[in-house]
T-cell receptor
Framework: KNQVEQSPQSLIILEGKNCTLQ??????????LRWYKQDTGRGPVSLTI?????NTKSNGRYTATLDADTKQSSLHITASQLSDSASYIC???????????FGTGTKLQVIP | DGGITQSPKYLFRKEGQNVTLSCEQN?????MYWYRQDPGQGLRLIYY???????QKGDIAEGYSVSREKKESFPLTVTSAQKNPTAFYLC?????????????FGPGTRLLVL
């Protein structure tokens, strides 16, 4: 069964600190992995997409890594800001739109 | 100003009532989707459409219906057959059905049962 598991479920960090969110997937065949940011009560917004051949990709203070051998991805947030407070969702498609699998997300709260 | 809009932001449904959620996009995208989001669960696909006048069931289509009469519009009807409709509903669109393409999401509609 295709699964996407994220950890931790929730996280509270102080403003200015770094954090790392994890995503483990068992989807096969693998084509790409995407990270979305979802503000409370809003729709998700794409942060980055990782293809099979990519190990690291940055988008400002967000850096995603991918290890296709261990089927793990991480999202590292540097120098967190209050606006980073949101849910971060890992998404892996597996060959068709009816089989896109969304993780349950990590809820991040950045406090002053 | 291009984007995808959903209305209303909040919707209340009475027992036995059908309600329709609106989704409009001006991104000239061919593909559109409806997802349901429940607390502690990942988004689940209800219906998707690749082109006008064509749509396909997703993982949880029972109790829902859609139409795609115009490229810009993909309304979702929650029927009385859907026994647990309380959720956050998200509409999305993309250029095509390739899984590598970005899906752009609307702001969502929260449906509550009275």
């Amino acid at each position: 069964k295709n699964q996407v598991e994220q950890s931790p479920q929730s996280l509270i960090i102080l403003e200015g600190k770094n954090c790392t969110l994890q995503c483990n997937y068992t989807v096969s065949p693998f084509s790409n992995l995407r990270w979305y940011k979802q503000d409370t009560g809003r729709g998700p917004v794409s942060l980055t997409i990782m293809t099979f051949s990519e190990n690291t990709k940055s988008n400002g203070r967000y850096t995603a890594t991918l290890d296709a051998d261990t089927k793990q991805s991480s999202l590292h947030i540097t120098a967190s800001q209050l606006s980073d407070s949101a849910s971060y969702i890992c998404v892996v498609p597996s060959g068709g739109y009816q089989k896109v699998t969304f993780g349950t997300g990590t809820k991040l709260q950045v406090i002053p | 100003d291009g984007g995808i809009t959903q209305s209303p932001k909040y919707l209340f449904r009475k027992e036995g009532q059908n309600v329709t959620l609106s989704c409009e996009q001006n991104l000239n995208h061919d593909a559109m989707y409806w997802y349901r989001q429940d607390p502690g669960q990942g988004l689940r696909l209800i219906y998707y459409s690749q082109i006008v006048n064509d749509f396909q069931k997703g993982d949880i289509a029972e109790g829902y219906s859609v139409s795609r009469e115009k490229k810009e519009s993909f309304p979702l009807t929650v029927t009385s057959a859907q026994k647990n409709p309380t959720a956050f509903y998200l509409c999305a669109s993309s250029t095509g059905l390739d899984p590598s393409e970005t899906q752009y999401f609307g702001p969502g509609t929260r449906l509550l049962v009275l």
